[in-house]
C-alpha cells in the first residue's frame, strides 16, 4: 500500500529525515518509534504533504503521493490523528465526527444554503453513520457535548472516531495513547486491533509508549536521528542493538 524511499527533508542547515525508506502491506499494523527528535512526526507530515521532502519519493496504492495537495488526502482514504488533539472545542462531539465526512458530501454552496430535499437526505445518512461510530466507540452517551470539559482519553477516541468518518484505507495515529491511563492504554489497544478487522485497515502508529507498540504491531520501523536504525518483528526490534543505544545509551 505505502512505499517510501530515499525520502530526506531538511529545514534550513537541520536535516530532520535522511534516505528513509521502508514498506507498509496492505492491512499491515506498523509501529513507527524513536527517541524524541528522531523524525517520526516530520515523516507524518510528508505522508500527509505538510511538509515536501527534498527529495525521495512516497508512492501509495501505486499512486506518486507527493503529487497530491493535502486538501485531497481524505478522498484518497488516508486519515489522521494527531498528537496534541485538533478538535473544534466548542462544537459538539457529533459535528467534530462529522467533520471527518464533509469530503463525502456532495452539495455545493448554493443547495447546502437552500437546504433542498437531496441535502437533507445527505445530512441525514451521514449524521446516521456518525451515530453509528459514536455507538461502536462508545461514545453515543455525549454525542450532543461540547468537546471541551471531556476526559482526555475521550477525547482521544472522538478524534478517531472522527479520522475513521473519513472512511479511510490507510490511518496515521500520531501518539494515540500519550497521556492515557495504563488502563485505558490496553483498552485503547484492543479498540485499535478491532477496528482494523472490522474496517479493513492499514495502520502506522507513531507512539513512545513500548508496551502498546509492542503488543500491537505485526512490524516496527525505529528512526534515529532522521535515518532508519531497524525495522523487523517486535521481538527482532527490541533486541536490536542500535535500538537499545538509542533508548539507553551505551556505556562511557
Known sequence: ??????????????????????????????????????????????????????????????????????????????????????????????????????????????TAGLHLPRVRGEERKLRAEADALLERLDLARVAEHPAAGLPFGTLKRIELARALAIHPALLLLDEPVNGLSHGEVDEFAALVRALRAELDLTVIVVEHHMGFVMGLCDRVVCLNFGRVIAAGTPEQVQQHPEVVAAYLGTAA
Open 1 to 110: 500500500m505505502l512505499e517510501i524511499s530515499q525520502l530526506t527533508l531538511s529545514f534550513g542547515g537541520i536535516t530532520a529525515l535522511t534516505d528513509v525508506e521502508f514498506q507498509v502491506a496492505s492491512g499491515e499494523l506498523v509501529g513507527l518509534i524513536g527517541p524524541n527528535g528522531a523524525g517520526k512526526t516530520s515523516l507524518f507530515n510528508c505522508l500527509t504533504r505538510r511538509y515536501t521532502p527534498d527529495s525521495g519519493t512516497i508512492s501509495y496504492q501505486g499512486a506518486d503521493l507527493l503529487t497530491a495537495r493535502p486538501d485531497t488526502l481524505a478522498g484518497l482514504g488516508i486519515a489522521r490523528t494527531f498528537q496534541n488533539l485538533g478538535l473544534f472545542s466548542r462544537m459538539s462531539v457529533r459535528d467534530n465526527v462529522l467533520v471527518g465526512a464533509h469530503h463525502r458530501a456532495r452539495a455545493g454552496f448554493g
